[in-house]
Every structure is written in C-alpha cells, then in structure tokens.
C-alpha cells in the first residue's frame, strides 16, 4: 500500500465516531481509530499496530481457557477469499487492556487498497446485553475475563518457559497477558508469591542444576538468566548459604 494511501486510509477512519481498525491479510492492526483505543483501554496505538489483533482483543474464552486463533471466526474473515465485499458480522466478549471483557457486536468489510486487500472490523458495543457468568465461578463476566488465579498460574508458567531470558520482568510478563502491573502482583500476592521473587527462584533452580551438571558458575547463571555476575553470586549464596563455585565442587 502506497503511503499516500495508507494516510488516506488512516484519516477516513479516525473521522468514524464508532470504534473502528484495519487489519492486513493476517489478521495484523494496520490502523485504529481513537474511539476503539478508548473502547479497548489504551491511550494510543504505539504498542498496538503490527500486533495481532485475536491475540490483543479475545485471546481467551470467559472460562479462562485459551481461544486458538484457529477458531476464532473474525479472525476467518480476514484470512478468506475477499471477492464478495458485503460485510459479515457476529458478536465476541473482548478482552481491554486491564483484562476485564466487554460485550461486542462487530462487523467486517473488505478494503481494496492500490494492490492490497485489507479488512475494516467496526465494532458496537452491547452496553444493554445482560452479563454473561464465568461457568463455574458464581461472578460476573464483565469484572474480568481471567481471575486472579488463573493469571498466577498462566504467569507461573510463562516463568518457567522463559526464566532464562534475562529481559523477562513481572512488567513484561503482565503486558503478555494483557493486564496491569499492579493486577498481577496482587494475584501473585493471594498465593503469598511475588512475580520478582518467583523469576528469581527459578533462576536460582536451573542455575543449580546447571552447576550441579559440571558448569562453571559464570555460565549457569548467564543461562539461568543473570545478566550480573555479581547479583547472581550474591542471590545464590542467600538462597542456598553457599556461593556458586563451591557448590560446583560438592
């Protein structure tokens, strides 16, 4: 798409008074407008365009369960043949920036623009549907479309995955599951955890398994994770009252 075009494009929809964004062949935000940040919780499009937008908006079913792309129909119509240009249309829970879900009515178009074929998805909030229960828990579904828990555990296990990334913080792992900083300690906090404390003492565990496998101490705790030498010996001695090198030698 020439860039002519695609400024076009972005200044016709940021005139549409409903939530609005434009997707590429696979699903990826080319442009949103300013009602649909409002709507889904974000104050701008920065970390947004280029995302998927399945895995930004309903990455989840109420229960908590993952929703595959693969199944999701919105994401179908911006993946199939695009030669009949009527809209299609259906309804979804998605998910805001804070994780809790608002009910949706959307619809999609086709855009031929210069050579590429884009997809407009508008949306319209059901505001007046009645609130839908999270089978099993008893609480609404608008209060949040994953409970604390089940944030702890999906973190636990993001953790364990990539604990050997020395980039990995609680601040990265709560954008990765699309809610706040402050939502994930306190999930965190109700286990009587912390996500700083649970990154360390994993850290910490493959680092010993990795000494206790015959590496040096330097190089388990660069892929455990420690980027700092010195914050690895001195966490490991505090944890397991021995430094790196002589539990090496055991």
């Known amino acids: 798409m020439r860039r002519s075009e695609s400024i076009a494009v972005e200044r016709v929809i940021h005139t549409i008074d409903h939530p609005v964004w434009i997707v590429d062949g696979v699903g990826g935000i080319v442009t949103i407008n300013r009602s649909a940040l409002s709507t889904m919780g974000y104050g701008d499009d920065k970390s947004l365009v280029g995302q998927n937008c399945h895995t930004l908006f309903h990455h989840s079913h109420l229960d908590g369960s993952d929703y595959h792309q693969s199944d999701c129909p919105l994401f179908h119509r911006t993946r199939q043949d695009h030669s009949a240009t009527a809209a299609r249309r259906g309804t979804e829970w998605f998910i805001r920036r804070t994780g809790t879900v608002v009910p949706i009515a959307w619809s999609t178009t086709t855009l031929e623009v210069d050579s590429a074929t884009l997809t407009m998805i508008s949306l319209d909030v059901l505001a007046h549907q009645p609130s839908t229960v999270i089978p099993g828990t008893g609480r609404q579904a608008r209060q949040s479309v994953l409970d604390r828990k089940q944030i702890y555990h999906r973190a636990c296990r993001m953790i364990a995955a990539t604990s050997d990334d020395p980039e990995l913080t609680p601040a990265r792992i709560a954008t990765r599951l699309h809610v706040s900083l402050r939502y994930l300690q306190v999930a965190f906090a109700e286990a009587d955890d912390s996500p700083a404390r649970r990154i360390r003492h994993v850290r910490l565990d493959r680092a010993l398994c990795l ?29 397991f009252d021995t430094n790196p090198a002589q539990r090496r030698r055991r």
């Open 211 to 239: 000494l206790e496998s015959g590496f040096g101490a330097a190089e388990a705790g660069e892929q455990a994770g420690f980027s700092d030498p010195t914050t690895f010996r001195r966490l490991f001695r505090r944890r």
